[in-house]
């Protein structure tokens, strides 16, 4: 399967994506997390989150989750120890409003040659980080985007385009307050031709269709399966509030 093909090919309908972290639950969980989703229409598993993942943790949980759901399934990495064979595609990203060269690009160069080898598909996206920026921010060493300053994520993003990524995702950060405000996605939107994806703090219908009426392509949700009981019910909920 082509992921980004597929990405493509669904991105008029716009879609939903879950983040599942194998650092915090067993392969089998995560399968049972992943088939739930599915179920609630989700449209693709993204695999990452902590960074002290172990690869082991990461290639059990991917393989777990293959085995129970059709979707492609997407390494969402913090670094390249978290490459596996078993993924279908993996976000090749840059974290572009970094201050480090860690995050830019030296993690890149360590993990292009793995992903050639293992033959997994690489695509190509720009990652930007919007404050409150959380623990990503952090560890990201990011120079966080001011709310209140839609045309320096307007800048960043088409910066990204420019680059010839595919895709451009602004994050809030996971378990943000508040998500990416509506009026810098439409900056962004309105600035750039190509996908733009948006996470961080989306627990509610409500955020999620402001987010997709003022732009957002995809939407990414990750605390959201943790917190509820009924995780088929809870991404039912925010599908049908997106989908057109
Ligand atoms: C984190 O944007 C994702 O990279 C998801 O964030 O955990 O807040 O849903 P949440």
New binding site residues.
């Given amino acids: 399967m082509n992921v980004l093909d597929y990405i493509m090919n669904r991105i008029g309908e716009k879609m939903h994506m879950t ?1 599942i972290d194998p650092a915090e639950q067993s392969p089998d969980e995560a399968a049972r997390i992943a088939h739930e989703a599915y179920e609630g229409g989700t449209d693709a598993i993204m695999i990452g989150g902590s960074t002290h993942i172990k690869p082991e943790d990461v290639d059990k949980t991917v393989i777990r989750i293959k085995e129970k759901v059709p979707l492609p399934v997407i390494l969402f990495p913090g670094g390249a120890h978290m490459i596996s064979r078993y993924a279908d595609a993996i976000y090749f990203m840059s974290l572009l409003n970094s201050t480090s060269i860690e995050f830019l690009v030296r993690q890149q160069v360590l993990g292009a040659p793995i992903i050639k080898k293992l033959g997994i598909e690489p695509i190509p996206m720009g990652y930007i980080i919007v404050e409150p920026g959380m623990t ?1 921010g952090k560890v990201g060493k990011a120079e966080l985007i001011k709310r209140d300053r839609p045309e320096d994520a307007a800048a960043y993003a088409l910066a990204a385009q420019y680059f010839g990524m595919k895709l451009v995702y602004l ?1 809030a950060g ?3 307050p508040e998500p990416v405000p509506p009026s810098m996605i439409r900056a962004v939107k309105e600035t750039i031709d190509i996908p733009l994806i948006v ?4 627990r509610k219908e409500e955020d999620a269709r402001k987010i997709v009426s003022a732009g957002a392509d995809i939407i ?5 399966v943790e917190e509820v009981e009924d995780i088929k019910g809870a991404i039912s909920r925010i599908v049908r509030a997106i989908k057109l």
Avoid: K, P
Avoid at 199 to 202: H, N, P, T, V, Y
């Fill in positions: 983040l990503v994050e996971s378990g943000a996470g961080g703090g989306i990414v949700t990750g605390t959201l």
